[in-house]
């Protein structure tokens, strides 16, 4: 299709909201994932909180759960703070378990 100088052909202008809409939807995910990743993150903290006040006192399962994976809910922040683009798209499965995880346990 022949351009005119300075105007757009209508391939380009599609191409150009294509690539718009994906910047957006990714942008809408990282968003989401961070909260998700970020919200994890506090509830291990949260239930770290919930440590036995002696030590014979039976803990909490989730002080147990948080004991276990706060190491993890940290690191997981951490590499997706530091990673670029693609690499946040790797952890798009991480996410969505840390999120599936997050919607049991606000049931």
Known sequence: MKKFSGHKTVNEISEYRRRRREREEYERWENGAWNTLRGYLRLMYEWMEMEPDRPDD??????????????????????FINADEEGRKEMRAEVERVAGFLRVQRV
């Open 58 to 79: 039976e803990p909490d399962r989730r002080f147990i759960y948080a004991l276990n994976n706060l190491n993890r809910a940290e690191w997981l922040c951490e590499e």
